[in-house]
C-alpha cells in the first residue's frame, strides 16, 4: 500500500521548534498540508509543477522544507512557532495521478 510515513509532531511551546519528517517510499513528494480543528485542510509547502516550493504566507520565514533523498525522506522544519500553528500535519504524495495522503500527525503549540 502506497502511504507516506509521518514522524516528529508533538507539543510545543509558542516561539519553539518541531522538524517533521515523511518517508516518502521514493514516490513523488507533494507537499506538506495542515489541518486545524473546523477549518479546511491547507497548503502549508506545496511543490510546484516546475519543482520549486509555494510556502503559504502565514509559514514564510519561519517553516524550511527539506529533503535527503538517500533515505528518500523529507523534513518540514518548524520555527517560531505559534499557536495558530495547531493542526494536524499531513505530507503527501503522488501515485497513479491521485495524492495519496500520510496518517497526519498532531502539532499542539501552546501559549
Known amino acids: 500500500q502506497v502511504q507516506p510515513v509521518e514522524s516528529g509532531g508533538g507539543l510545543v511551546q509558542a516561539g519553539g521548534s518541531l522538524r517533521l519528517s515523511c518517508a516518502t517510499s521514493g514516490y513523488i513528494f507533494m507537499g506538506w498540508y495542515r489541518q486545524a480543528p473546523g477549518k479546511q485542510r491547507e497548503s502549508v509547502v506545496a511543490i510546484t509543477s516546475s519543482g520549486s516550493t509555494d510556502y503559504a504566507d502565514s509559514v514564510k520565514g519561519r517553516f524550511t522544507i527539506s529533503r535527503d533523498n538517500a533515505t528518500n525522506t523529507v523534513y518540514l522544519q518548524m520555527n517560531s512557532l505559534k499557536p495558530e500553528d495547531t493542526a494536524v500535519y499531513y505530507c503527501?504524495?503522488?501515485?497513479?495521478?491521485?495524492?495519496?495522503w500520510g496518517q497526519g500527525l498532531q502539532v499542539t503549540v501552546s501559549s
Open positions: 503527501a504524495v503522488h501515485f497513479l495521478g491521485a495524492m495519496v
